[in-house]
């Protein structure tokens, strides 16, 4: 949740005890020695790098490269949240780095945060940041840390909270003693998350792990660390006085110092800071500008962290070289942090000072690095005064290690002054050395001297394999300069190693009640097995017989069956880690008994004889209870009562009650003699069957596998035979399995019916009779016997040729009949005893009309009864009667008579039924002549070529039918008589006349000519005045004559007809400007000409005129329209005296419109001279602005321009044509007219058209 200014406010009500505001520092952490104070620190906020405004909130990318020194005042800053989990809301990432063989001793862990939301930041673009309170201002003293090789976090929760005025009016610092976790976790990635902060404009969070390590590689050193919450801001300074630390009396003063503030900005300068009046300063960090967002270790940026930013946007922790800012002997500093217009907030700082003191080392051995659980150990400790100033009270304490025993009286001073004993109370070790030393008091330790100490530990019998023995020897001495105690220490390690042969032992299978044991020896230890490793081997009480015992290696003692306990032995090296082959035991049990197998190593192949070593020697594997299984057994006939000879059966279904699965179920059934064994089916498994005693036959099913609670069926088929008929027989069935005690069973009985044989015989009256005539059928049931037979029954089923409604059916005495369409129904109740008969007698008709599939009528009849039949064979019989009916078939054929070439006319065909039967299938086949070709036909009708067939179906006597078909004559044809013919027929009814089955319809077929026209000119060009000969050849290509054809030919203005003439006698007559000449008769293949006049109009002086004369046919087809005209062209010449002269002027009505709007383009053309102008073309480009819509009259577009045809603009005339369009797109475009004639040349005119963008509407 996000908290406002109220809930950050509230905060003092909710931190620990020690929460205070603007603290003054105080020291956290001292101690004198051999290391060294480190840092691993990170920032919690971000700047975006998707920047909502490139000019007040760009430059992020630049600000976390450090290429520029932007602020966090400048961004809308965000959240920075580098894992992956949903819990966290910020998180960030540093490496912690310490050297190998250090110990740490104190471990710090820093944060701070903003509670208050930051500054709204605005863009220029609109963009108005969203700044956000911290999650839980409540919750400000707890963080998430995440410690190298974790992948979770804990809850870490401060001793110590902090607030003040750092930004927006709020902040804090908190602090947490985390020494337990970094000693666990050492050197590696720290993660720190959920630090309480708030977002937008100036704010800034981030986190500082402080840690102070004991090093003997690092010189001796006083190492102190301080923290309060100062804030300074404007133009000031605040002064941080610090005390508790040390400094060497003399000689050169070297100072690791470290700052952890808050809100530092690199874009801001004037601040610094100072120790005792000397400014902090280095590569990274300018004298006026200290707290500048930055991560430095004394003078390098600090590049372990994620991210890796240069820019910590409001954050620093850094390592500064502080050499020579503190003096000799001193305990007291001053620190001044100053800005003149940034504001900042220092919240810790550390020193790591050198001293110069006795420089006395301690190193420590043992007699052996690897023993076993007995040996006696022997440590030697010696002390060296490698530098040049005594060392005072030096005395040494060594806790004898866990698990050993000390040896009494070992405990001595081998080498130089000293003494030593053992102080059973506290299990230590302790030497008093140097020059005057005693039991009692330490002593003194000059340079160069040194004293070594041994004493002896036995090996606890109980040690566990690889169990490290570490001893650790502390060395303490005063240096006399300092007056400081100085501590040192030395380990050494000695590893717990012995052969130890381990055993496990494990179920590796199971089939029913047998099970498979696997018997593993494993070397657990660390040294080579020696001598024989014996394993004995256990069986369960409930084991019944032992199958085997072996292994790749092994010599066994078993003895199978025998279950007594047996044992395995070898003598071969196995190396540490190793194991042998296992021995594989099988063995029976018991069904539903436990099943349990032990086995241990009795002789163990040089382990020792301990409580640790022995620990692996047992093993046992149980595997539950052995499996059995009860069978349940339901048995049930298919149907309990059946009839001799028919299939019957039963049903066996064999369940599972358990407790285990069933493996090796059988099921065994012996089927009683009279059953005919037929087949057995299993839901699963197999099944056989063998003859069995007394002729039964056993049928023996192999279920195999039923789990509990399941089971498996078996159907087996049989047949009773005519012996057991009227008996009742019973059959039991029995299931088992590996592991049933008990087979379960169960019994079922089948009944057999008892039988008779009846059979029928059935007669006709006739064998053939007409449509409509009658007939009787005579149906006999007799039983053959044995047995008397009950409810006797005769079903007859009359053919369909016959009349069922006619039918009248006379039973024998005591039965009755009924029908039920064509289906007769007799019935005799009661017993019909063995040699008795039942009869009946049919009468019926046959039908009026009966198709030809159903006049061969087979009357089939069938007889039953409530007892079984022996023989169900002789149960039906059948009379066979024959229908033989005939039926005249008359065609007809009728037609139009006569039939253009190309024409096309509708042919009638007909068929009449002149009886006396009905004719069914009546088929009708039509038969068209060359040169004509059958185009549709009715519905049922089918066109084949020239051939139609069509089916007509069905005729009662009297009726007929007629088909029409249309047909086409080729145009080719010529005048000839055609016959189209019909034939009729029924493909099931006999025609007794076949004589009047066909018939014919004469045509005869018309004429075709086909005209062709050709027109030449005698000349190309003639001048304006002159005389044209136009020559006109008509032609006919047959095949037919041609009477009555006409030649017309309409002369073109500018052309007056003065003669013609004709090569036939009808000639040709002039009207104005048409010639018209009449053809009479043409013959195919022949021809004749005509001759045609004409005078040049004086003023058409370079027209163009083209003349066109067109064939009319006559009475006959003409089947190509395409010769039936043709033309010829002549140009008329030029001179200078006919020549004409045109001016076009080209405008745009309005010139200026807006897009959308029309405007009228227009082209006045004016002949200038007195003679006239011919074939005028004038054209009108259409510029790419505008939209073409329509043209005056005789206009047509093509492409991007409008033309029109003028024959003539007499002299001094003018022609007007114009076209509008619609503004297209704005722009100023140019258009063109043109015009030309075939006496004058070509002039052209330019316009040029405007179209604006439409005004944008108004909205209000």
């Not at 699963?684 to 069995?692: D, L, M, R, V, Y």
């Not at 192999?702 to 009773?720: C, E, M, Q």
């Not at 602005?1185 to 093509?1198: D, H, Q």
């Not at 722009?1227 to 005004?1255: M, P, Y």
Request: proline share 5%; glycine share 10%.
């Amino acid at each position: 949740m996000i908290l406002g200014w109220a809930a950050a406010a509230a905060l003092a009500l909710v931190l620990p005890a020690a929460a205070s505001a603007d603290r003054n520092f105080s020291l956290r952490y001292s101690n004198n020695i051999n290391g060294q104070i480190t840092t691993a620190a990170n920032t919690m906020l971000q700047c975006p790098l998707g920047t909502p405004d490139p000019l007040a909130n760009s430059g992020c990318e630049g600000a976390r490269a450090g290429t520029n020194a932007r602020n966090n005042n400048s961004f809308d800053m965000q959240w920075l949240d580098v894992d992956s989990d949903s819990s966290t809301f910020d998180s960030s990432t540093s490496t912690l780095s310490i050297p190998s063989g250090s110990r740490v001793l104190f471990a710090g862990l820093y944060w701070t945060g903003i509670q208050k939301k930051g500054e709204v930041v605005k863009g220029a673009n609109g963009y108005v940041g969203v700044p956000q309170a911290a999650p839980d201002a409540n919750a400000v003293g707890t963080v998430k840390l995440k410690v190298p090789g974790s992948s979770s976090y804990s809850t870490v929760t401060a001793s110590q909270v902090d607030t003040g005025a750092i930004a927006n009016g709020s902040g804090y610092t908190a602090f947490a003693d985390v020494t337990t976790e970094v000693v666990g976790a050492r050197g590696g990635d720290y993660t720190v998350a959920n630090v309480q902060t708030a977002t937008g404009g100036n704010v800034a969070a981030g986190w500082t792990l402080v840690v102070a390590y004991a090093d003997e590689q690092e010189p001796l050193r006083n190492l102190a660390i301080f923290d309060g919450l100062k804030v300074v801001s404007g133009n000031s300074f605040v002064d941080i006085p610090l005390s508790g630390f040390k400094t060497p009396s003399s000689g050169s003063v070297s100072t690791t110092m470290g700052v952890i503030a808050a809100e530092g900005d690199a874009g801001i300068s004037g601040d610094y800071l100072t120790l005792n009046e000397r400014t902090l300063t280095d590569a990274v960090h300018p004298a006026n500008n200290t707290e500048n967002s930055t991560i430095a270790n004394r003078g390098s940026q600090v590049t372990t962290k994620n991210p890796d930013w240069r820019n910590q946007l409001g954050y620093d922790s850094s390592l500064f070289s502080a050499d020579g800012y503190l003096a000799n002997g001193a305990t007291t500093a001053m620190f001044r942090a100053k800005t003149s217009g940034d504001t900042y907030a220092p919240q810790a700082i550390t020193f790591a000072t050198e001293l110069f003191s006795p420089q006395v080392d301690l190193t420590k051995s043992v007699s052996a690095s690897s023993a076993e659980p007995g040996d006696v150990l022997t440590y030697t400790i010696t002390a060296t005064n490698n530098g040049s100033a005594n060392a005072d009270s030096v005395q040494m304490a060594d806790a004898v290690p866990a698990g050993t025993t000390y040896v009494a009286s070992s405990a001595s001073v081998t080498s130089g002054t000293g003494n030593a004993s053992y102080d059973a109370t506290t299990n230590t070790v302790t030497a008093r050395l140097g020059s005057g030393s005693s039991a009692t008091d330490p002593g003194t330790l000059a340079p160069g001297q040194s004293v070594t100490v041994q004493f002896q530990v036995d090996i606890n019998n109980d040690q566990a394999l690889g169990l490290s023995i570490d001893n650790t020897a502390t060395l303490g001495f005063v240096s006399p300069d300092l007056g400081l105690p100085i501590s040192k220490v030395a380990t050494a390690s000695t590893t717990v190693s012995y052969p130890d042969p381990g055993i496990t032992k494990a179920v590796t299978g199971s089939s029913g009640t047998q099970y498979t044991f696997d018997v593993t020896v494993t070397n657990q230890g660390t040294l080579n097995t020696i001598g024989t490793v014996q394993v004995t081997d256990t069986l369960g009480g409930n084991a019944t017989s032992l199958v085997s015992a072996s292994g790749t290696g092994w010599t066994c003692s078993a003895s199978p069956p025998s279950t007594a306990a047996f044992t395995c032995q070898r003598s071969d090296v196995l190396a540490p880690g190793a194991s042998y082959p296992p021995i594989q035991v099988v063995a029976n049990f018991a069904p539903g008994q436990p099943v349990t197998n032990a086995a241990d190593i009795t002789a163990g192949g040089g382990q020792p004889n301990s409580d640790a070593a022995h620990l692996n020697d047992f093993s046992d594997a149980a595997a539950g209870t052995s499996p059995s299984a009860t069978l349940l057994v339901d048995k049930s006939a298919l149907t309990g009562t059946i009839s001799a000879t028919t299939l019957g059966g039963f049903r066996i279904y064999a369940r599972n009650t358990g407790p285990s699965t069933a493996t090796g179920a059988v099921v065994t059934d012996t089927l009683p003699a009279g059953l005919t064994f037929v087949s057995a089916a299993p839901s699963q498994g197999s099944c056989t069957s063998a003859p069995g005693a007394g002729g039964t036959t056993v049928v023996t099913c192999a279920l195999g596998t039923i789990t509990v609670g399941n089971g498996a069926s078996v159907v087996i088929r049989a047949r009773p035979t005519l012996g057991i008929a009227g008996t009742t027989v019973t059959n039991t069935a029995s299931a088992t399995s590996d592991i049933t005690p008990s087979p379960g069973t169960d019994t079922a009985t089948l009944t057999v019916k008892p039988i008779a044989d009846l059979s029928l015989t059935k007669t006709a009256s006739v064998e053939t009779i007409d449509q409509g005539a009658p007939v009787t059928f005579t149906v006999t049931s007799t039983n053959e016997g044995p047995a008397a037979a009950t409810n006797v029954q005769v079903i007859d089923r009359l053919p369909a040729a016959i009349d069922a409604s006619s039918a009248v059916a006379t039973p024998s005495s005591g039965g009755s009949c009924s029908r039920d369409g064509s289906v007769i129904t007799c019935v005799w109740t009661g017993s019909t005893a063995s040699g008795a008969s039942r009869s009946v007698s049919i009468a019926a008709n046959a039908k009026a009309s009966v198709p030809a599939a159903e006049r061969n009528a087979l009357n089939q009849a069938n007889t039953f009864s409530l007892t079984d039949d022996a023989d169900p064979a002789n149960n039906r019989a059948s009379a066979l009667v024959k229908i033989i009916p005939s039926a005249d078939l008359v065609a007809r054929a009728s037609g139009p008579g006569t039939i253009l070439a190309g024409g096309t006319a509708d042919l009638d065909f007909s068929v009449t039924n002149d009886g006396p039967s009905t004719s069914t299938a009546v088929e009708m086949t039509v038969d068209i002549p060359d040169g004509l070709r059958p185009i549709s036909a009715p519905s049922g009708c089918q066109i084949g070529g020239q051939q139609v067939i069509c089916s007509v179906g069905t005729l009662a006597n009297g009726d007929g039918a007629t088909r029409t078909v249309k047909v086409e004559a080729d145009r080719s044809v010529v005048e000839t008589s055609k016959t189209s013919s019909v034939a009729v027929r029924s493909n099931e009814t006999p025609d007794p006349i076949v004589e009047n089955n066909e018939d014919a319809t004469p045509l005869v077929a018309g004429p075709v000519a086909d005209l062709e026209i050709t027109k030449t000119a005698d000349r190309e060009s003639v001048a304006p005045g002159g005389t044209i000969n136009y020559t006109l050849k008509v032609k006919n290509n047959g095949p037919s004559s041609s009477i009555g054809a006409v030649v017309t030919d309409e002369l073109p203005e500018g052309l007056t007809p003065t003669s013609t003439s004709s090569s036939i006698a009808a000639g040709c007559t002039i009207a104005g400007q048409r010639v018209t000449c009449p053809a009479e008769e043409i013959v195919p293949n022949e021809s004749f000409q005509i001759l045609i006049v004409a005078t040049v109009g004086a003023d058409r002086a370079g027209a163009t005129l083209t003349n066109t004369a067109k064939l009319t046919p006559g009475n006959q087809t003409d089947p190509n329209a395409a010769n039936d005209t043709s033309s010829a062209t002549v140009k008329v010449t030029t001179d200078a005296a006919s020549t004409a002269k045109l001016k076009i002027q080209t405008t745009a009505t309005p010139s200026s419109i807006r897009r959308g709007k029309t405007t009228t383009i227009r082209a006045t053309v004016k002949n200038t001279r007195k003679y006239p102008a011919n074939s005028v073309q004038i054209c009108l480009t259409i510029p790419s602005n505008l939209k073409f819509m329509k043209a005056s009259t005789g206009g047509k577009r093509s492409g991007s321009k409008v033309c029109w045809n003028r024959a003539q603009i007499l002299g001094g005339k003018s022609s007007i044509v114009k076209y509008t369009a619609r503004g297209r797109k704005p722009g100023s475009r140019r258009l063109t007219g043109t015009a030309e004639a075939g006496n004058a040349a070509k002039v052209s005119d330019r316009a040029r058209v405007k179209v604006r963008s439409n005004r944008p509407k108004f909205t209000g």
